[in-house]
């Protein structure tokens, strides 16, 4: 879908026609900036790589794509796919780990650097090419909240913080990872959450009865251990879960934590873990000013029956996406520039064209009579 939809909307952003002496033409072309390095996380390896490389490539640059050696194996297929339709050498894909990453971007031929992944990963990226001149395009961490108003159905706030926190074993960069309650309604949210919780069923990715995998390896097992005992010491309640799994493999159990403290990991940094940390708020207000309180600024979700709660939000959230009553979903080319410690430049949609482009003025007139 992706590739399909550069495809058709690339073809449309040659430029503009400008009105000046009618004895002349003048008009504001686009041109390729040359050569794009893109280099893309392992979480979400298709998608990710799939709409940088798409927008890339339509606008007319050659590409050098680096996957993330944690999940190379899709990177290279789809490369190889995309390849196959296009002349020799326009898209090449590197492996390996990040000082192949960082020679790619040092390289003085690769004018746009494009990275999704994380936060660290991404201001290093920033350091080396800005020190070169180079265009930086940067999509990295989050630490999505979702806000949950009075008069909200329990059972459908749940659900939507379920489908937010465990999706991916909660490996997106767009999950939840915080949800902000009012106290009017956290009981029963807390208890249908932890019910749900329990229902996924984890195992073999192979098994179709599996609904949540393992994460990607033991580093990322550790980090959500470390987060979520951080917030244990802190004075968090354990619903359910809490604790990695007795199995081969880098298994952890969907947790449901309540009544969790600020300025613990599990609020401030990344966790990528299937977890929902719930902390209780006395009403919409408070839950909306302490979802603003963070380094990070990917996307938000409140959910609420006020019109009037919704559009605030949308108005106070600094994130790139503001969702209301669905977790996730969005219409295609639809634009989001990352804020802060997410990153900074344009999202999908038709703003990255542009910013895979350059601008150039020309001025045109005859010599002589015509």
């Not at 979480?43 to 999940?71: I, Q």
Request: aromatic share 2%; net charge negative.
């Amino acid at each position: 879908d992706l590739l399909d939809e550069a495809a058709v909307a690339g073809l449309g952003r040659a430029g503009r026609v400008l009105a000046g002496d009618p004895a002349a033409l003048d008009v504001v072309r686009r041109e390729p900036r040359g050569v794009v390095a893109v280099i893309t996380p392992w979480n979400d390896p298709y998608p990710a790589a799939a709409g940088l490389l798409a927008a890339a490539l339509v606008t007319g640059n050659t590409v050098v794509h680096k996957p993330s050696e944690r999940s190379d194996a899709p990177g290279v297929r789809l490369a190889e796919i995309v390849a196959g339709a296009l002349p020799p050498d326009v898209l090449r894909v590197v492996s390996g780990d990040g000082g192949t990453g960082a020679a790619v971007v040092a390289h003085d031929d690769v004018a746009l650097v494009a990275h999704v992944g994380s936060t660290a990963a991404g201001r290093r990226i920033a350091a080396a090419a800005g020190a070169r001149g180079a265009k930086v395009l940067l999509e990295n961490g989050g630490k999505d909240p979702l806000v949950v108003d009075a008069g909200v159905d329990p059972v459908l706030a749940a659900r939507q913080i379920a489908t937010g926190a465990f999706t991916n074993g909660g490996q997106l960069c767009t999950a939840v990872e915080r949800a902000y309650v009012v106290e009017e309604v956290a009981d029963a949210v807390v208890a249908e959450l932890a019910r749900l919780a329990d229902e996924v069923v984890v195992g073999d990715p192979a098994d179709d009865a599996t609904t949540m995998g393992p994460l990607v390896d033991d580093a990322q097992l550790a980090v959500v251990e470390e987060h979520v005992q951080g917030a244990l010491a802190a004075g968090a309640e354990v619903v359910t879960g809490g604790r990695r799994l007795d199995r081969a493999g880098s298994y952890y159990a969907p947790t449901v934590l309540d009544r969790c403290p600020d300025d613990v990991d599990l609020l401030t940094t990344e966790t990528f873990g299937p977890v929902a940390p719930v902390v209780r708020v006395a009403d919409f207000d408070e839950g909306l000013r302490r979802a603003s309180a963070s380094a990070y600024g990917l996307a938000a979700t409140v959910l609420t029956p006020s019109l009037a709660h919704a559009l605030r939000a949308a108005d106070v959230l600094d994130v790139g996406t503001v969702k209301v009553n669905a977790v996730f979903g969005g219409a295609p080319g639809g634009s989001a520039d990352p804020r802060r410690g997410s990153g900074g430049g344009a999202g999908y949609g038709p703003d990255l064209l542009d910013e895979m482009t350059v601008r150039k003025a020309v001025h045109l007139e005859a010599l002589g009579e015509p």
